[in-house]
């Protein structure tokens, strides 16, 4: 049974020519679950997703280099060995978590600002999302085999091999023993993992006292500082790398005690809140919501493909546009349909021949059995007053009934034509018809 946890192999992977450190990869994925638990908050209180992306680019971007000049500032030969170049290794260690806060907050402020939005609310929203990110980046002390603590033989003792961190320890007492020019290994406190444990008790606190005491907004990020730098002391006070040290204890110990009594005074002196202040955990204010709700908007007015938004505007306008009037519908196969309307007072309506024209100019045979048209006699044909009327006297008929003879009709001789309206008598079924139900 293994009494210690065990040393990684190593602390990155390699890919061709390119070296990806877990190191920095861990503060990746630090960073990334920070900005989603951020991003939930931030929609819960009625803000755009959208708008925690570029604040948490540039908290990041000035975090790091935030925590890198605190961290060179502070351990500069340890960072650097007096090279001035190693400063942008970060992946060889020397991120100070003091540094980190302090830039990720100056950025995060800087592009709330050039966003206009109120720094408060995003204040509380990151407040137990920072802890997260903390939580999950400390594991990378782990595969650098660094930041541990006093020699120890407990079950969860982390046993470190690296030589250049075992020649590290200060003081040196605690150095393993050297057996042919090379350090034992040696199993020591896990502060890192200790530190992981009390981030995500961090988180949990801060949610807690988010939903169960009452605090003006913008100052959970105090409760924030106060909790964690109370854990961290301790942390750093079992750590045995080389720090500066002042009446007998570590730099970060100081600031920790330093922090850990300002936010303690702010919450105290600024954090209860009074008749008419914004409460953590409400919804945004209703000018922030509706700025939100633009920003998405425009957001999901960019995304659309080219057309989308006079889809979505016809759609919003009633439905399908109606057609214009005089415009002739079309059937689906692209036939053209014609119109059954009259035609309007005033418009004649053009003469049919006995043969339509078609194909450039030339007639149309008639329709088998209909009799050759011959010279129409003179007076029978109406004027085009008449013709409207006869025609819509016609379609009444044939919608009432068997058409009835009128007083202007010639009646019928024995063959069945009439002398002047010969055509129009000859057209009209006779009492012997086949098709007169009478017949029969």
């Not at 109406?382 to 919608?399: C, F, I, K, L, M």
């Not at 055509?423 to 079924?429: E, K, L, M, N, Q």
Request: glycine residues 14%.
């Amino acid at each position: 049974m293994i009494g210690y946890i065990p040393s990684p192999p190593s602390n990155g992977i390699t890919v061709g020519s390119f070296e990806l450190h877990f190191y920095g990869l861990l503060i990746a994925i630090g960073v990334l679950a920070a900005a989603w638990l951020a991003q939930k908050r931030w929609v819960k209180l009625g803000g755009f997703a959208g708008t925690i992306v570029p604040i948490a680019f540039w908290a990041v971007v000035v975090g790091l280099i935030g925590a890198r000049l605190y961290s060179v500032a502070t351990s500069w030969q340890q960072d650097t060995g007096g090279n001035p170049v190693e400063i942008v290794e970060i992946w060889n260690g020397g991120l100070g978590i003091w540094g980190g806060v302090a830039g990720g907050v100056l950025g995060g402020w800087l592009a709330a600002r050039h966003m206009r939005l109120p720094l408060p609310p995003l204040l509380d929203v990151v407040a137990p999302a920072v802890p997260l990110g903390q939580a999950i980046g400390r594991w990378g002390n782990y595969f650098n085999q660094e930041l541990f603590g006093l020699p120890s033989k407990l079950p969860w003792a982390v046993r470190i091999t690296d030589q250049a961190q075992l020649a590290n320890i200060y003081p040196p007492r605690y150095r393993p023993p050297i057996v042919d020019g090379a350090y034992l290994p040696g199993t020591f406190q896990p502060t890192f993992l200790y530190e992981c444990i009390w981030d995500l008790a961090t988180v949990g606190l801060v949610l807690l006292i988010e939903r169960k005491v009452k605090l003006r907004r913008g100052y959970l990020f105090a409760v924030y500082a106060a909790i964690y730098t109370f854990g961290r002391f301790f942390t750093e006070y079992l750590r045995i790398d080389p720090a500066h040290r002042y009446l007998g204890l570590r730099l970060n110990d100081w600031t920790s005690i330093g922090v850990f009594l300002c936010a303690t005074a702010l919450l105290l002196l600024k954090g209860r809140p009074k008749p008419g202040d914004e409460l953590v955990g409400e919804p945004l204010p209703v000018p922030v919501q509706a700025a939100e709700q633009a920003r998405a908007e425009r957001a999901r007015t960019r995304g659309e493909p080219e057309g989308a938004a006079e889809e979505a505007g016809t759609a919003a306008g009633g439905g399908e546009a109606k057609e214009a009037d005089g415009a002739v519908p079309v059937e689906p196969d692209g036939a053209e349909v014609k119109s059954t309307a009259p035609p309007g007072p005033g418009v004649e309506e053009p003469e049919k021949g006995p043969a339509e024209v078609d194909n450039g100019g030339e007639a149309s045979p008639a329709p088998a059995g209909s009799e050759p048209a011959g010279p129409v006699p003179a007076g029978s044909v109406p004027a085009d007053g008449e013709a409207a009327t006869s025609r819509a006297a016609a379609g009444e008929e044939r919608a009432d009934g068997p058409p009835q003879a009128g007083p202007e009709d010639e009646p019928a001789d024995a063959t069945g034509k009439g002398s002047a309206g010969s055509d129009v008598a000859s057209s009209t079924p006779s009492p012997s018809s086949p098709g007169d139900p009478e017949s029969s």
